[in-house]
């Protein structure tokens, strides 16, 4: 089934936040933001900009009637900074005015002096001065310290990986209208539209149940809207309130760049010890992620990484400790994979070190110690492994070592073109690691023409979670599509919803879709069994007919509703759906965090054009655990944008942020994504196809965050093809693997002092 | 229709904060993501052509006389507003493709590969893709749009003699409407009245110069708004290119396209497509003037670097007087110019490569394709026998200005090229360019790769030389 909006995107008729049509005197707002990253503020005039043509009004963080603060899992950030800023693009003041222009002139005109504080960009530099988010935590199996000694081989090293910013195509924004009684709706491009609403409530005070937050749909969340969306739906709110008039902010992209927070980037330390036979022994990480100047999302961010320190490997020996370090950047949130990617990449880094100096393919290793069922995860859950059934039908369908070998003949032949070859497995866990978020409403309603209506707490964002709700009560109604609406995620319909993130939102949503059809159905042909004198387990509904015993009977879908109605039995159900069987005790590190895992390996292949250092990526050949997809054509879409989207951050994605803290990679000109022509020739996603049991919806496992990791095998490809020109290459783990950082690995550093000889020379 | 707005306004803003029509999105506001992507339809000798374009970094001033097409112009009539709204062939294959997530960019993709469909380039993939290569998704990873694409040049292949625009209405690629705006723009066109360069009254009040727009519109769209233009587009005769001799003109209103477009250039330069592929992206190439991207005076320019190497000539003029100008004499410093306020770039000539004569064109940037280059270079050799003659180098990226590299050249003349030779020119190089570390990489960076493309020059022009 194609994804339900697929009709009104072609025709450009979907409704984003900025294509809402305005309320007569909305208003416009514009931010000005810190310009310094770390400093107290001396003064702020902003007498100028009021009296300027346009302006409604300026407002800063004593206009707030309630709380000044957004911080969700930790109060630590204001909404409009008060005496002190953090970091660049904090907001100071928020302007609001009759059209975008005035608005975002009259910003120009205040005036802020400051009074210069340290700046800290550098996570490690922070975890020296002790400025961390929360307390260190650290995973634990085994003992790694007795197991060194059972070690053949022993490996040390450190590695980097920049962030990464979303660029959802559609920025931030929202629309806040007020209401009666004090009341206010906000439009919000939000992946949370719960936390708007919460945190809007908490700045503004009013309780919850006076904030309405409604959302359509996203133009792209990846995370950059899960927390961060929350600021701008909680100003417009605020000077909406306060000018009692409608206002509209949709930041443009220099602002979304400069203003919001991006994938953390990590800076980690490994040791790995190995046994003869290549087994894994023992392996310790030291994470230090950099969190930026408030906690936002971090502690989840960082737990995952510790959840997801050994990837898809089996190793009996763990310890891994992180640290959450606060710096002067924007605070860092939520992208897809949420931390679990940044911890991948450090046991693929090890593993690599491991092979090149023991000149073996990196795959020999990996294969060696995938994890199977029954091993344990370093977090204590039990393994229900697809890890070794992944590979091995890679195998079969791609070949591996046949590859490896076209590859060496390739090399062989061509003195300037060098090919290099990565295998990436992935091993990714559903459910929200904060084990309450795991929860989820949906209320569906059967009106009385036979038409079904939904709404759940899920976000459309792209991913298709729509699609699957509508084919999930498609299913137990047996009815056509077209007879089912998904209406908008709002708070007035559902309360207290998790965010649309950690790919659980199909299965959660889904599940309480599939929970609220099937009572209402249980209803129908409970009567319908009255009538029909049968049982109403022999009962079934097969396109719009009712049949008892396999029997078709007069009981049509219509009929159905209509008697139903007429007899008073309800036609609407709200269901609440929480999986089973999830805990996780954090004094302990230890608990059943996860419903299930995500299993999948792939082959990264890359050529190195060696004299300009560029690079093209060949093929990724995939094969992936979809458990049994729902739908192929969205779970497909999902894989491929996820795998380009982490290649992306592997290679060309930079973000560079200069000792000041400021963002010079702050636009599209300077900070690039994948283009039509830098995505891998070839893509194929082959799925497992796999028999066993799994928790999912429909069996249809989470697919959203779980491909993007398949694209750190683009690095290790990358390596592999530069080692294959330059075998002596010291290539430090730094992603990403730019163009730069390929062709001065490329060449020995003796001619870079050439160079250096030659500036010398006047 | 006609309009009061501001002509320095963006058509984007016009589009959709005046005209009401949310099917153009913005992304960027700097023609780096292809969300605003409409098309731009006008006649050319008479015939009526279109072309795709950023409408965040076209003034309504260049839309004047033209036919504009935006989403909601292609769509259907059929079933609009219900729940299975009629689809054209383009929209059909994305969708069915899946070639469409969150949607945000599939309008501008829509709208480029409709382009596509009114372009009179072979049906092929290659060529499908060329027209997306200027829209940005960050969903879908493009293979189910590359899939789409494939779609769509399965149906353009059934097009035998027709043409193109009853091809593409009978095949409902367009509505039937089409067909009549032929005759519209002609009759626009007859009560359009442009003052000419010549027109000194016009020139006194110094008016901003525009052609495409594509960078003044990057970097300054709002004070663009109320200033004071004069549109190059929309003056007859500045888009010529044409030969008198060994001598190629080009006009102050020639896009790269135009430049792709003419016979003279492919002539001259046969690998021309290959390195205009490497320079922004299709709807930014349509509208990018070669004299613009002089006067923005980026020290990285791509086609800077690329007349720069050919020792083009300027004839500049402010309405009274003209004078001659090299290319290389223009850059004083960082983006100072040896030209008063009042000049404007008339014409453009330069010598057309003949027999004996080599050119190559190089350049690398974080992304290959629409990305500003962290190194480019190019390289122009008049052969003397086995020997080299005359020679032009040009640099970008690697100083404060676009640079021509004079003790390189004065080097390589009269040599016979050897690996040796090459080597000791890259040596001298490095004492000519001063790079800075910045957003495009280091400068040690950038010292090594202009080395490489040297290298690499040399290795495209004189095989079966190589460097390992």
Not at chain 1, 124 to 140: H, N, S, V
Not at chain 1, 303 to 313: A, D, G, M, Q
Not at chain 1, 340 to 357: H, S
Request: charged content about 20%; overall charge neutral.
């Amino acid at each position: 089934m194609k994804h339900i909006d697929s009709n009104t995107h072609v025709r450009g008729e979907s409704v984003y936040l900025d294509d809402i049509p305005l309320v007569s005197g909305t208003l416009y707002a514009a931010v000005f933001d810190s310009p310094v990253a770390h400093g107290k503020i001396k003064s702020l005039d902003t007498s100028e900009a009021a009296a300027m043509r346009g302006v409604a009004g300026i407002f800063t963080s004593k206009d707030i009637p309630g709380e000044n603060q957004i911080g969700g899992i930790i109060p630590d950030e204001e909404l409009l900074a008060g005496t002190h800023v953090h970091f660049c693009g904090m907001p100071i003041a928020l302007v609001v005015a009759d059209s975008e222009e005035s608005a975002r002139a009259a910003v120009k005109k205040i005036k802020a002096e400051f009074e210069l504080l340290p700046i800290i960009t550098d996570p490690r530099e922070a975890k020296e001065k002790g400025e961390l988010i929360i307390p260190p935590r650290t995973f634990q199996l085994g003992d790694t310290h007795a197991a060194w000694s059972q070690c053949e081989h022993i490996f040390e090293g450190r590695t980097e990986t920049n962030g990464q910013e979303h660029l959802y195509i559609e920025t931030q924004g929202a629309y806040a209208i007020p209401q009666e009684n004090g009341a206010i709706r906000i439009y919000s491009s939000t992946q949370g539209p719960t936390a708007v609403q919460r945190t809007a409530a908490r700045v503004l005070g009013l309780s919850m149940n006076q904030v309405e937050v409604d959302t359509t749909r996203l133009g792209g969340g990846f995370g950059g809207k899960e927390d961060q969306a929350t600021t701008w739906g909680v100003l417009c709110a605020l000077a909406a309130i306060l000018v009692k008039k409608p206002v509209k902010y949709a930041l443009s992209r220099i602002e979304d760049m400069r203003m919001t927070g991006k994938r953390h980037p990590y800076s980690a330390d490994f040791k790995i010890g190995l046994n003869k036979q290549l087994k894994i022994v023992a392996y310790e990480a030291t994470f230090y992620q950099n969190a930026g100047a408030a906690a936002d999302l971090s502690p989840a961010v960082m737990e995952r990484t510790l959840f997801h320190c050994t990837n898809s490997y089996y190793v009996p020996n763990v310890k891994a400790t992180a640290y959450s370090c606060r710096t002067n950047l924007p605070p860092n949130t939520a992208f897809r994979g949420f931390g679990g990617p940044q911890g991948m990449f450090v046991i693929e880094a090890a593993i690599a070190t491991a092979a090149e100096q023991l000149h073996i393919p990196a795959s020999d290793i990996q294969e060696k110690n995938l994890i199977q069922s029954g091993d344990t995860f370093p977090y204590g859950q039990i393994a229900v492994s697809e890890a070794n059934e992944c590979w091995s039908k890679t195998n079969r369908l791609y070949g591996i070592k046949k590859l490896q070998q076209e590859i060496t003949d390739f090399n062989n032949r061509n003195p300037l073109r060098k090919k290099g070859i990565a295998l990436m497995p992935i091993c990714f866990g559903i459910s929200f690691t904060k084990t309450l978020m795991n929860q989820a409403r949906s209320l569906v309603h059967v009106y009385t023409d036979g038409s079904v209506g939904i709404s759940t707490g899920a976000v459309e964002m792209g991913q298709g979670v729509n699609t699957k709700m509508l084919q999930v009560a498609a299913t137990i109604f047996s009815i056509p599509s077209e007879k089912i609406k998904v209406n908008t995620t709002n708070t007035y319909r559902i309360a207290n919803t998790s965010p649309t993130a950690a790919s659980a939102a199909a299965d959660l949503n889904g599940k309480a879709t599939e929970i609220a059809c099937t009572i209402i159905l249980q209803r129908l042909k409970q009567l319908a069994a009255d009538d029909l004198k049968v049982p109403a387990d022999s009962l079934t509904l097969k396109e719009e007919c009712l049949y008892a015993h396999g029997e078709k009977t007069n009981w049509s879908w219509k009929k159905l509703v209509t008697a139903a109605y007429v007899n008073r039995i309800s036609l609407s159900e709200l269901a609440h759906y929480t999986p089973p069987d999830i805990h996780f005790d954090a004094t302990k590190e230890k608990g059943h965090p996860f419903t299930y895992h995500v299993y999948g390996t792939a082959i990264v292949a890359v050529t190195v054009d060696c004299l300009r250092g560029i690079y093209e990526f060949d093929s990724v050949k995939v094969v992936h655990d979809f458990g049994s997809s729902m739908n192929k054509l969205i779970d497909i879409g999902q894989c491929e944008g996820g795998i380009v989207q982490g290649i992306g951050w592997m290679t060309m994605e930079e973000l560079l942020y200069d000792q000041e803290g400021r963002l010079r990679s702050n636009a599209l000109s300077t900070y690039k994504v994948p283009d039509i022509y830098s995505v891998p020739k070839e893509i194929i996603v082959q799925a497992l196809e796999t028999t066993k049991e799994n928790a999912a919806i429909f069996r249809s496992k989470a697919v959203g965050e779980p491909p993007l990791m398949y694209g750190i095998g683009a690095y290790f490809a990358l390596r592999n093809a530069v080692k294959a020109f330059n075998p002596t290459a010291t290539i430090p783990f730094d992603a990403p693997m730019t163009p730069e950082k390929v062709l001065m690995s490329l060449y020995p550093v003796p001619a870079l002092e050439e160079i250096k000889e030659e500036e010398k020379k006047p | 229709m006609a309009a009061d707005e501001s002509p320095g306004m963006v058509l984007l803003d016009f589009i959709r904060y005046h005209q009401h029509l949310a099917g153009t999105k913005i992304g960027c506001r700097e023609g780096d993501c292809g969300a605003c992507t409409v098309l731009v339809g006008e006649l050319i000798h008479d015939e009526l052509q279109y072309h795709s374009v950023t409408s965040c970094l076209v003034p309504l001033g260049n839309a004047a006389g033209k036919h504009i097409v935006t989403i909601e112009g292609v769509n259907p009539v059929t079933g609009s507003g219900t729940a299975s709204p009629g689809l054209t062939p383009v929209q059909k294959a994305m969708a069915d493709a899946g070639a469409t997530q969150c949607g945000f960019c599939t309008p501008g993709f829509v709208m480029s590969l409709t382009g596509f469909c009114l372009n009179d380039t072979e049906a092929s993939k290659e060529n499908a893709v060329a027209a997306i290569d200027g829209n940005i998704c960050r969903c879908t990873g493009y293979k189910s749009i590359e899939r789409a694409a494939d779609k769509i040049v399965d149906l353009l292949k059934k097009r035998k003699n027709e043409n193109i625009l009853q091809f593409v209405t009978a095949q409902k690629i367009l509505p039937e409407y089409f067909t009549g705006i032929k005759e519209k723009l002609q009759n626009l066109a007859a009560g359009k009245k442009t003052p000419a360069l010549t027109d000194t009254a016009a020139l006194d009040k110094r008016p901003h110069f525009v052609g495409g727009g594509t960078d003044l519109y990057v970097q300054k769209h709002d004070e663009m708004k109320e200033a004071d233009i004069y549109f190059l587009f929309n003056q007859p005769g500045l888009d010529s290119i044409h030969k008198e001799g060994n001598k190629c003109f080009i006009g102050p209103s020639v896009t790269v396209s135009d430049l792709q477009q003419s016979p003279i250039i492919q002539e001259a330069f046969p690998s021309f497509n290959r390195y205009a592929k490497l320079v922004s992206s299709t709807p930014i190439r349509n509208m990018a003037t070669i004299a613009g991207n002089f006067i923005n005076a980026s020290p990285i320019g791509d086609f800077t670097i690329f007349f720069l190497a050919l020792d083009a000539q300027l004839i500049l003029s402010d309405g009274k007087t003209k004078r001659t100008l090299p290319l290389r004499k223009l850059y004083k410093g960082y983006k100072t110019l040896d030209k008063t306020p009042g000049e404007h770039i008339e014409q453009i000539w330069f010598e057309l490569p003949g027999k004996n004569t080599r050119f190559h064109f190089e350049k690398v940037s974080k992304r290959t394709h629409l990305d500003i280059a962290s190194v480019n270079t190019a390289i122009f050799i008049k052969m003397n026998g086995d020997s080299i003659g005359r020679v032009g180098i040009a640099a970008g990226g690697v100083g404060p200005v676009p640079l021509y590299l004079q003790k390189t050249a004065a080097f390589l003349k009269g040599k016979n090229v050897t690996e040796q030779l090459i080597r000791e020119a890259i040596k001298i190089m490095q004492t000519e360019i001063t790079p800075i570390s910045d957003a495009r990489g280091t400068k040690e960076y950038k010292t090594l790769l202009l080395g490489q493309l040297i290298k690499a020059h040399f290795m495209e022009l004189f095989p079966p030389l190589i460097f390992v």
